[in-house]
């Protein structure tokens, strides 16, 4: 909340005053009780933010995977060669898991772990032009991912391996949204290392993951399998 670049706010002091000039501000006095300084208001927030996040609202797992994973509804026979695919030839689940998680037992489609994966720069990345008191590199900016939080060079252009529920709608793509469809993803995990044109170099050439990804050797027709399986991740699946 405090990011510059994000939410604006100057201090915890303001954003507690925002909250508190808030409609909503009566319904966290009700659950959390009276706050008695601008921070204790602040892990209010938090908590109930967290718990949102965990709600079923906005996790119902409810895709036509979950269904089909219960044996409720069949997938198309290119959804299922694109499943085959998942857990095989495209390499997906070595990052992408489909094991339970441990605590839940749903399966959450990541492993949780950071990877470099090549993603190109994106020219139309606001960051850039954002003054030079935030961005003092302006387009030479390079963006290293979780290497910058933990200092460490050897995780410089890592970023965490998201989930894919909900992928087909929650475009643009990767950490700075240099791919606007699911199609150029798929197509950019089969042939980043083929030097087709198709893309741009890295953000950051150094830390590439090339064991996963890059020469899949995917014909066309299972590109398209594979997107067709990962639409199966869109909950609120209705028939």
Do not use: W
């Not at 797992?61 to 299922?80: I, N």
């Not at 032009?129 to 387009?139: C, I, K, L, R, Y």
């Not at 741009?200 to 594979?226: C, M, S, V």
């Amino acid at each position: 909340m405090l990011n510059p670049v994000e939410m604006n706010n100057s201090s915890l002091a303001q954003i507690a005053q925002k909250i508190r000039n808030a409609s909503y501000y009566s319904q966290i006095k009700s659950l959390y009780g009276n706050d008695n300084s601008d921070s204790e208001l602040l892990s209010y927030i938090a908590d109930g933010l967290a718990k949102y996040q965990k709600s079923s609202e906005v996790n119902s797992f409810s895709s036509k995977f979950d269904y089909a994973s219960k044996g409720l509804v069949a997938y198309t026979d290119d959804e299922k060669k694109g499943l085959n695919l998942f857990k095989g030839k495209a390499k997906c689940t070595n990052c992408h898991v489909l094991d339970g998680d441990p605590n839940t037992g749903k399966v959450l489609f990541t492993d949780f772990s950071y990877d470099n994966i090549g993603v190109p720069k994106n020219p139309n990345n606001p960051f850039y032009s954002q003054p030079a008191n935030v961005n003092p590199a302006g387009n030479n900016y390079v963006d290293l991912g979780i290497g910058a939080i933990v200092g460490q060079t050897q995780h410089n252009g890592k970023f965490k391996v998201p989930t894919l529920r909900n992928i087909a709608i929650s475009a643009p793509y990767f950490h700075n949204g240099s791919l606007k469809t699911l199609k150029e993803v798929i197509h950019f995990y089969n042939v980043r290392d083929l030097n087709t044109g198709e893309f741009a170099p890295p953000e950051y050439n150094q830390n590439i993951n090339i064991e996963e990804l890059g020469n899949l050797k995917l014909t066309t027709t299972e590109e398209t399998q594979l997107e067709k399986f990962l639409n199966t991740l869109t909950d609120h699946y209705r028939k």
